[in-house]
Each structure stands twice: as C-alpha cells, then as structure tokens.
C-alpha cells in the first residue's frame, strides 16, 4: 500500500486521468507533471506547483 504523500503539492487527481496520482514519481517526471498541471490545472494548482518546486530546489 502506498502512503499518501503530503509533502506535494494538493492537485486534483482529474488532471491525471491516466495514472493513479499516487503511483507517480515525482522526480523522474517533474517535466510531465509541470507541463499537464500548466496546461489543465486552474490558477491555484498552477501556483501552488510554482511554490512547490521553489522549495523544493532550494532543499
């Protein structure tokens, strides 16, 4: 069983409709993740990935 992460940003999991959200790796897909969340995500999932990966470079 997978934890949920709650290190990562809260998007809805309609923005991947064709995996399970919990199933991805961050890391190794951060481009396809940033790339479906600015291209389908609202302004507040859009912001809230930008904050993320600000912290998360400077970790």
Known sequence: MNKLRTDLPQLRPVLFWDTKINTID??????????????????KEKRKLSIFMKLKRLI
């Open 26 to 43: 961050w890391e190794k897909q951060k481009k396809a993740i940033i790339k479906r969340v600015f291209e389908r995500g609202n302004e």
